[in-house]
């Protein structure tokens, strides 16, 4: 059974920074991509980042240049660094993994965590 517990999340100001952890188990992490993807209220999930098993990164343009995402395989954890943080950040953002292609795309990820919320004060 796979599993993917998110967890870093809470509330921070405008500017500021959080990191999000998401912790895998149940498959070999190190063969499978992983992605992050955040849900604000009335919104559809949307992509924010992805690495691939050989460690290329994706961004979406909203957060290029503010967030990181990097991968422990020892530890089956992928992270979210997120600095500079905007009001329109505020989301549910929800880790999963992929065996696919496209990792911007929502259908290529077969396994979600459960979330975990995000939210900046202005």
């Known amino acids: 059974q796979v599993q993917l517990v998110e967890s870093g999340g809470g509330l921070v100001q405008a500017g500021g920074s959080l990191r999000l952890s998401c912790a895998a188990s149940?498959?070999?992490?190190?063969?499978?991509?992983m992605g992050w993807f955040r849900q604000a209220p009335g919104k559809e999930r949307e992509f924010v980042a992805a690495i691939s098993r050989i460690f290329m990164t994706y961004y979406a343009d909203s957060v290029k240049g503010r967030f990181t995402i990097s991968r422990d395989n020892a530890k089956s954890t992928v992270y979210l660094q997120m600095n500079s943080l905007k009001p329109e950040d505020t989301a549910i953002y929800y880790c999963a993994t992929s065996g696919g292609i496209n990792l911007r795309l929502h259908d290529a990820y077969d396994y979600w965590g459960q979330g975990t919320q995000v939210t900046v004060s202005s």
């Open positions: 149940g498959r070999t992490f190190s063969s499978y991509a």
